[in-house]
T-cell receptor, first 114, second 111 residues
Framework: EPEVTQTPSHQVTQMGQEVILRCVPI?????FYWYRQILGQKVEFLVS????????KSEIFDDQFSVERPDGSNFTLKIRSTKLEDSAMYFC????????????FGPGTRLTVL | QKEVEQDPGPLSVPEGAIVSLNCTYS??????FMWYRQYSRKGPELLMY??SSGNKEDGRFTAQVDKSSKYISLFIRDSQPSDSATYLC???????????WGLGTSLAVNP
């Protein structure tokens, strides 16, 4: 069964450093998303991406964040200068046209900012 | 008022029990309603997906949506220890739109 994959599973970084989180969405999906979940809190939407551009973003997704689809398979989230409060689980999701709102999630990347 | 409210539990039931999980919401624009299951430190796994009001059944799981009351439910019949997880409701206002989430209900099914 096709699945969303994410790398790395755990990333530790120093405050102020740049990180790139990588995702490979399900191959025939066209819509891509990033969410985050701070420990003990709700899952929060960050950004959605379709047709090589951002279709929606939340207030959390400020100038420190960017997304890219560098090739036909990868989808990345970059945080330019990490803050302590960026520590969270980051989930990538994708959805297709047959069930356009059924979003399938990857296993997540645990980001720890020291 | 929070957009989506969900009692975090924990909920503990014996094996074989019927489990009822629910969420309330305030935004009448929500049309798509999902239930996800999340095991500890894993990604959410889509269980049920419902559009608008009504019921949907899949094996031991039944999802219900009552838009007039802004209330959704997930029922699990013949619960198993492997059902022990956190169950999250999520909803959106349109196709491929952001999901708004509940906090999740922690469920333990005891053998």
């Amino acid at each position: 069964e096709p699945e969303v994959t994410q790398t790395p599973s755990h990333q530790v970084t120093q405050m102020g450093q740049e990180v790139i989180l990588r995702c490979v969405p399900i191959s025939n999906h066209l819509y891509f998303y990033w969410y985050r979940q701070i420990l003990g809190q709700k899952v929060e939407f960050l950004v959605s991406f379709y047709n090589n551009e951002i279709s929606e973003k939340s207030e959390i997704f400020d100038d420190q964040f960017s997304v890219e689809r560098p090739d036909g398979s990868n989808f990345t989230l970059k945080i330019r200068s990490t803050k302590l409060e960026d520590s969270a689980m980051y989930f990538c999701a994708s959805s297709g046209t047959s069930g356009p709102n059924e979003q399938f999630f990857g296993p997540g990347t645990r980001l720890t900012v020291l | 008022q929070k957009e989506v409210e969900q009692d975090p539990g924990p909920l503990s039931v014996p094996e074989g029990a019927i489990v009822s999980l629910n969420c309330t919401y305030s935004n009448s624009a929500f049309q798509y309603f999902m239930w996800y299951r999340q095991y500890s430190r894993k990604g959410p796994e889509l269980l049920m997906y419902t559009y608008s009001s009504g019921n949907k059944e899949d094996g031991r799981f039944t999802a219900q949506v009552d838009k007039s009351s802004k209330y959704i439910s997930l029922f699990i019949r013949d619960s198993q220890p492997s059902d022990s997880a956190t169950y999250l409701c999520a909803m959106s206002a349109g196709n491929n739109r952001k999901l708004i989430w509940g906090l999740g209900t922690s469920l333990a099914v005891n053998p």
